[in-house]
């Protein structure tokens, strides 16, 4: 199949964006089925983590963000260059055959490694997805798009994690290589489902050469790093609930069966409210969502520290349903932001960059949240939960003080 050809921006069929929901939704899948049982799978005990073993799951896990943002920026520019989808869709068989792959065994060395891989597979997904998106859509529906993408993006992350939280109270430990083969076996589809969705489309043409000062253009700019600046302490918080979250239920009494519950009914409300949040941002601007999202996740982090020191009480786990109902209208926002600030012939490149604050906010979040918990238990997970929601607030804010400023110097200069 020829990926090369006419006019650049050209609107196509709707067919292109179910391929990259349909991919991003199995990518997500294998990977949060496969992370939720990481932890068991790596220590042979399905409940509980010793303090010992945390940092050293810890740090495993971390390789695959890792992998991510030591390439995605290379994942960019190859999908400027050669095209969205032979990137999209070599990410997407190459992560299938890593997930088989990690069942073959439980030595550190071999996680390690394919972990790492994995990461790197994760990010090419990620960054050619997203230029897809920002591709095929407007500025006025942009946000309901990419509340669509981050709705199948997240409700691939969540029911994986419902899934595999589900088998760890259902499967013995020894059992637990299988699902790696699901995960891979669900990658597979999405490949096959991507391939038949594209069939016999011919991409435009992209960049031939790989410039330096393309790369400035599109990474190194105030409003760039303003909108994913944030999401990288978004991720440093998600990163750690990732890996622990499954032993930290079973901590404070919280059995597996109804985190899975919990965290399927979580997946269909993102699937419900994703593209409404997004139609909000197009129809009512980004910066509000993007408020009210921050609103949201600082009031979930201190209530995160509630649940850690007094179990999970009624009125608090109300609390985190308000709350992650309001965080959630910052993914759509903050994504139809990055695509308004891209140019279309480095936007894999710019898109990158979301991915490469991600895991590194992911990589960071595990290291610091391990180390913290490690030496200070609870109290150290509050240290962390301020230092996330701070970052957050401050971030934000520098955010919506940017856009003042870009609206006063245009009406200074006469535009509308």
Known sequence: MSLSGPEHGAPESPRLLRAVFG????????????????????SGQSLGLDVGSVGQVGFLSSLA?????????LSGLAADRFGRFPI??????????LLAAMSFGRAAVLLGGVN?????????????????????????????????????????????????FAALGALPNFELPWLFRVGAAVLLVGFVFALRSVRGYVEPPFRKTFELHHIRAAVLRRDVLLVVLPWFVIYMLLGTAFVFLGS????????????????????????????????????????????????????????????????PRPYLLAGVGVSALLALGYGPAALASLADVSESLSRGTTMAVYSLVISAGMVVGLWVSSA???????PGLDLFFL??????????????????AQRAALGLRGHP
């Open 23 to 42: 991919t991003t939704f199995f990518i997500r899948f294998g990977f949060g089925l496969t992370v939720s049982v990481f932890a068991s799978y790596f």
């Open 65 to 73: 963000p890792i992998g991510e943002f030591a390439t995605v920026l």
């Open 88 to 97: 999209l869709l070599g990410g997407t068989v190459s992560a299938a055959i």
């Open 116 to 164: 790492f891989l994995f990461g790197v597979a994760s990010g090419a997904i990620l960054a050619a997805s997203l230029a897809v998106v920002a591709d095929q859509s407007g500025p006025s529906e942009r946000g309901f798009e990419m509340g669509r993408f981050d709705a199948v993006n997240l409700l691939g992350y969540i029911l994986g994690f419902a899934s595999g």
């Open 248 to 311: 930290a239920a079973t901590g404070i009494g919280l059995p597996t069966s109804w985190l899975a519950a919990l965290i399927g009914g979580g997946g269909l409300l993102l699937l419900l409210t994703q593209p409404w949040f997004g139609r909000q941002a197009d129809r009512r601007g980004r910066p509000l969502l993007l408020t009210l999202g921050t609103v949201g996740f600082v009031a979930l982090l201190g209530i995160a520290g509630l649940l850690a020191q007094y179990g």
């Open 372 to 378: 913290l918990y490690s030496a200070y238990a609870v």
């Open 387 to 404: 230092f996330v929601a701070s970052g957050l607030v401050l971030l934000t804010v520098a955010r919506l003080d940017d856009l003042v």
